[in-house]
């Protein structure tokens, strides 16, 4: 612990091996904390946040006078994290200010899948943030799970299929119209993914990414992989559940995509539905989801923690930024 912060706790915590999940963070008590305190104290204090990240995986600063977009925008500077530009995400979201995004924008009704950002596309973020300006009516969470705990949940049920999963990978399919479709999770369009209205930009873009491209009359067919599910992280020594597989095949449904054909094994067979469905469980049951307060920052690690977001009823406004 530093000095000018504290660690507190929230009911919806989890420990493992002795470690709270998320670890929260707040001022110290009756001590009035302006703004420009708390980004001059994320500057000092980068070496023991950064530390505590690494330790949970998850750091929830609340309590803190983070107001509105631009507040947020400070905050992620004061961190210092080089900016991930979105390119090749599924979700439809706009930027707000510098490097300020609005978290998924698809309907209140709908539950946006655990997954880990990105985690079908080799660029991917290493540290995302989400900042609540608004507090949901109600629902609205934002679930978070730790990926190693599912690895090994996946790996003693289910050896033959983590071993299938680890020898050939996932293949990701998605068919993208050619603007953003604001009424699907995955209603991203080609030319916002690849930042360009340009077929051939476009192309070269997506093999730069390791994706293929198969142009439809009103839109893409993108073709990802064979890609890694499982990954090794040397720093804690640990396998990781890095993958989009739940959320593609319980998820990617809208008009052109059918979520079952979004994602196969590596050798294009099929996945067993029964495992995705108990794995999707055991997302649920490992995951910790606390209430949004307005000002919360949330920064996850997110090789080590995958999140979701629960349907609810407006208002709600949160914010996202990924780092490299």
Same mark, same amino acid.
């Given at each position: !612990?530093?000095?000018?912060?504290?660690?507190?706790?929230?009911?919806?915590?989890?420990?493992? +091996?002795?470690?709270?999940?998320?670890?929260?963070?707040?001022?110290?008590?009756?001590?009035?904390?302006?703004?420009?305190?708390?980004?001059? *104290?994320?500057?000092?204090?980068?070496?023991?946040?950064?530390?505590?990240?690494?330790?949970?995986?998850?750091?929830?600063?609340?309590?803190?006078?983070?107001?509105?977009?631009?507040?947020?925008?400070?905050?992620?500077?004061?961190?210092?994290?080089?900016?991930?530009? %979105?390119? #090749?995400?599924?979700?439809?979201? *706009?930027?707000?200010?510098?490097?300020?995004?609005?978290?998924?924008?698809?309907?209140?009704?709908?539950?946006?899948?655990?997954?880990?950002?990105?985690?079908?596309?080799?660029? %991917?973020? +290493?540290? $995302?943030?989400?900042?609540?300006?608004?507090?949901?009516?109600?629902? #609205?969470?934002?679930?978070?799970?730790?990926?190693?705990?599912?690895?090994?949940?996946?790996?003693?049920?289910?050896?033959?299929?983590?071993?299938? $999963?680890?020898?050939?990978?996932?293949?990701?399919?998605?068919?993208?119209?050619?603007? @953003?479709?604001?009424?699907?999770?995955?209603?991203?369009?080609?030319?916002?993914?690849?930042?360009?209205?340009?077929?051939?930009?476009?192309?070269?873009?997506?093999?730069?990414?390791? !994706?293929?491209?198969?142009?439809?009359?009103?839109?893409?067919?993108?073709? !990802?992989?064979?890609?890694?599910?499982?990954?090794?992280?040397? *720093? *804690?020594?640990?396998?990781?559940?890095?993958?989009? !597989?739940?959320?593609?095949?319980?998820?990617?449904?809208?008009?052109?995509?059918?979520?079952?054909?979004?994602?196969?094994? #590596?050798?294009?067979?099929?996945?067993?539905? @029964?495992?995705?469905? @108990?794995?999707?469980?055991?997302?649920?049951?490992?995951?910790?989801?606390?209430?949004?307060?307005?000002? @919360?920052?949330?920064?996850?690690?997110?090789?080590?923690?995958?999140?979701?977001?629960? +349907?609810?009823?407006?208002?709600?406004?949160?914010?996202?930024?990924?780092?490299?």
């Amino acid at each position: !612990m530093s000095g000018s912060l504290v660690e507190t706790q929230i009911p919806q915590q989890k420990l493992y +091996s002795g470690i709270q999940f998320p670890l929260v963070i707040s001022p110290p008590p009756a001590v009035p904390f302006t703004f420009s305190a708390l980004t001059k *104290t994320i500057e000092a204090e980068k070496p023991y946040l950064d530390a505590q990240l690494r330790k949970s995986g998850a750091v929830l600063l609340r309590g803190f006078p983070v107001n509105t977009a631009s507040d947020f925008n400070d905050v992620v500077e004061a961190f210092g994290f080089e900016e991930l530009p %979105y390119v #090749g995400g599924a979700a439809p979201r *706009t930027n707000v200010v510098g490097r300020v995004f609005t978290a998924n924008e698809s309907p209140p009704d709908q539950k946006i899948p655990f997954h880990h950002e990105m985690a079908q596309v080799p660029e %991917y973020p +290493s540290k $995302l943030f989400f900042f609540c300006e608004v507090e949901p009516g109600s629902g #609205g969470e934002t679930p978070i799970v730790l990926s190693h705990i599912v690895y090994e949940r996946m790996k003693e049920k289910y050896p033959e299929f983590v071993n299938k $999963l680890e020898e050939h990978g996932l293949i990701y399919n998605r068919v993208l119209g050619e603007d @953003d479709d604001p009424s699907s999770p995955i209603g991203r369009g080609w030319k916002s993914t690849f930042m360009t209205k340009d077929k051939s930009i476009a192309e070269q873009r997506a093999t730069k990414l390791g !994706m293929k491209l198969e142009w439809l009359e009103d839109g893409v067919k993108s073709i !990802m992989g064979p890609i890694p599910a499982i990954k090794y992280i040397s *720093t *804690t020594q640990r396998k990781i559940w890095f993958n989009s !597989m739940v959320a593609a095949y319980t998820g990617w449904e809208d008009a052109r995509n059918d979520p079952v054909k979004a994602v196969t094994f #590596g050798d294009g067979s099929p996945l067993p539905a @029964d495992i995705i469905h @108990d794995c999707l469980k055991i997302l649920e049951e490992e995951s910790v989801a606390f209430p949004w307060r307005k000002g @919360d920052v949330l920064l996850l690690d997110n090789l080590a923690v995958l999140h979701s977001r629960k +349907s609810f009823t407006p208002p709600r406004r949160v914010l996202a930024s990924l780092c490299k």
